[in-house]
């Protein structure tokens, strides 16, 4: 399998963070973007890639030589912008497979790609896109499928609460796409894919894997921690939840006490089941301070902890140990979030727990500082964002990015 990667952009949207880079060589946790969409690529079997470069081209061919991984890297140098499409008609003069694969150079995309090969290929198609429904957007426009997964038409970018769109990992047959008469410099997108749509036999695959375009300062920054870290995560690493805010609805200004007053969150039962099947090792951690000011005793504490255990497990999934921090807040206090009590007697239980391979996930600064300060990767649950740390909506939320992370 070979793969032609687009990676001679400016990245002007992205030269505060890029630092004089081509956007393709942005870091993320000191490595090139690029290495991340190279290995994914070669993960899914590709083993020559041609890397159409221009602007800073150097930098590219100093990093990866003439090889990355055993695999063979070649160059496609522009001397001048020559458009999306003029940058593919010119690296396929390196190709020698019948399709080949071309993906964008600031975006990554985890999807079958051997599946979206075999899928091009039995159907004859000329070029067959890789797809992604998405919800809540505006930066992208969207794609119309017929019921034999041809695309009929592309649609502006517009504010949308839901649609399908290019996630910018394609299939092209070589032949079909070279002898027609192009010009030198001229859009992939706008002169091939919506000028020739009716013409050309282009179809759609429908991925639920993973989908990042890095091309805003944003997105650059999420990219930090959801490639940086989460694409570092296997079935070796420890998840640990607080409770309150993430499994249950958390309770102004008070305690669940007892079993009336336990609320579990859309959805939260069903996530763990399946985040418990991705992680070696899930844990609560939560603060009970009401414990310490006599508003509950620790056997009541115990009744509702056997009641979310139960819960979950009716539901798929299985907590290996609840931790529990019952006294008052205070310098003693060693075991109370944001300390790292709880995280220790999860490591003296479980010695294969490792906090460099854990994600704390919680809704309060205290857990985010548990996460820290036992140098865990955090997941803060918010409905604002938070600036400091990458932020969920909810721990469904962050369930739906494990599986793409995993591959469903």
């Known amino acids: 399998m070979e793969a032609i990667i687009l990676a001679g952009g400016l990245g002007t949207r992205l030269k505060d963070v ?18 991340y969409q190279m ?37 496609a140098v522009e001397k001048e912008l020559l458009g ?80 399908i769109i290019n996630a910018g990992l394609y299939i092209f047959n070589v032949k079909t796409f070279i002898e027609r008469k192009w010009p030198q410099k001229f859009s992939v997108e706008r002169d ?42 296997d079935k070796s690493w420890t998840l640990f939840l607080d409770r309150d805010g993430v499994i249950n609805k958390k309770r102004d200004n008070d305690y669940v006490k007892n079993l009336d007053e336990l609320e579990f969150l859309p959805g939260a039962l069903e996530a763990i089941s399946t985040l418990y099947k991705y992680f070696h090792k899930v844990f609560i951690v939560t603060n009970q301070q009401g414990i310490g000011k006599g508003l509950m005793s620790e056997e009541d504490l115990k009744i509702v902890h056997e009641k979310v255990i139960s819960r979950i497990e009716e539901n798929g999934g299985s907590i290996d140990e609840v931790y529990f921090a ?7 206090n060693k075991l109370r979030k944001p300390n790292i009590g709880m995280a220790e007697k999860a490591k003296a239980d479980f010695p294969t727990v490792e906090f460099h391979k854990s994600i704390m996930v919680g809704d309060s600064p205290s857990d985010m500082e548990f996460g820290k300060n036992a140098g865990m990767v955090n997941v803060f649950i918010s409905q604002e964002g938070n600036k400091e740390y990458y932020s969920c909506k909810s721990l469904v939320e962050f369930e739906a990015i494990m599986k793409s992370v995993f591959g469903g």
């Open 39 to 75: 290995d994914l690529l070669i993960a899914q079997g590709v083993d020559k890639f041609v890397l159409s470069i221009g602007y800073k081209s150097e930098q590219i061919q100093k990093h990866f030589k003439e090889s990355y991984k055993n695999c063979s890297v070649q160059y």
């Open 84 to 163: 999306t499409g003029g940058a593919i008609k010119n690296a396929m003069r390196f190709t020698t497979t019948e399709n080949v694969i071309v993906a964008n150079g600031d975006s990554l995309v985890v999807t079958d790609l051997k599946k979206q090969l075999n899928f091009h290929i039995e159907n004859k198609a000329d070029v067959t896109l890789a797809l992604k429904e998405m919800k809540d957007f505006e930066r992208y426009g969207t794609v119309n499928l017929d019921a034999n997964s041809r695309i009929t038409n592309f649609i502006e970018k517009q504010p949308i609460k839901e649609g």
């Open 192 to 233: 091939y894919f919506e000028a020739y749509v009716k013409e050309v036999k282009m179809l759609g695959f429908l991925m639920n894997g993973y989908f990042l375009d890095i091309g805003i300062p944003a997105d650059f920054q999420r990219a930090q921690t959801e490639i940086g870290s989460f694409f570092k995560i």
């Open 18 to 35: 890029s630092k004089q880079m081509p956007k393709s060589m942005a870091l993320i946790q000191n490595r090139p973007f690029l290495e």
């Open 326 to 332: 019952p006294d008052l807040a205070g310098p003693s």
